[in-house]
């Protein structure tokens, strides 16, 4: 009988740190993923790129401290949580855990 291998967390490289834009969102594609990298402060926070009330972009939405609001009808996740926080949304958006090493943002995709 064989212990399983703690392979629940897959990391995969999503960008250099220098590449994010600091106080702010840029969309980046993970193994055929649209994902939305926040940074803010020291830290990365990743979601899917996609709103889930429509179809728009979090990527080309507006970051103000942890939350981005959506281009399209300025719903707001905390990119934390990935918490709907007003109308229109109702559905969270999904997060991905993070972590940075040597420079590089990594995202744990499962
Ligand atoms: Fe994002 Fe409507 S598409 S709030």
């Not at 300025?74 to 940075?100: E, N």
Request: aromatic letters at 8%.
């Amino acid at each position: 009988g064989g212990a399983q291998p703690a392979n629940h967390d897959f990391w995969v490289d999503a960008a250099a740190l220098d590449e994010l834009p600091a106080e702010d969102v840029k969309g980046v594609q993970v193994e055929g993923l649209e994902l939305a990298l926040y940074r803010v402060g020291a830290e990365v926070f990743a979601t899917d790129d996609l709103c889930t009330h429509a179809h728009a972009r979090l990527c080309e939405g507006f970051l103000e401290g942890y939350e981005i609001e959506c281009p399209l009808h300025q719903g707001r996740f905390d990119v934390r949580s990935g918490k709907a926080m007003c109308a229109p949304l109702i559905d969270d958006v999904r997060t991905y855990p993070v972590k940075i090493e040597n420079g590089r943002v990594f995202v744990a995709l499962d």
